[in-house]
């Protein structure tokens, strides 16, 4: 049986199931509504008229999403050394 492919969204949460920090995947979510029917009469997936159900996945939306995570990683990463860099040299004028 012919079963397309449907888009997953990767749903974070703060901390590790098993204790401590970091941040692990709670959840897929797989859109269910997200086929649009395609003419393909040369498909050996095609119904009685000659569509068949893709995925109605834009790959712009796609890069731009990527994008966004990426740009708030590199953001994240940027905060975590200025607090090492700023705990480093607190401890420097402590010592």
Request: aromatic share 8%; charged share 25%; net charge negative.
């Amino acid at each position: 049986e012919y079963d397309p492919y449907r888009r997953r969204a990767a749903m974070l949460a703060a901390g590790s199931p098993e204790g401590g920090m970091g941040v692990h995947v709670r959840d897929i979510q797989i859109e269910q509504d997200s086929l649009v029917p395609k003419y393909m009469p040369e498909s050996p997936f095609r119904d009685a008229d000659g569509y068949v159900m893709v995925p109605d996945i834009d790959p712009t939306v796609e890069w731009v999403n990527g994008m966004q995570a990426s740009r708030a990683y590199e953001a994240n990463v940027v905060a975590a050394e200025t607090s090492k860099n700023m705990l480093a040299q607190a401890l420097r004028l402590l010592a």
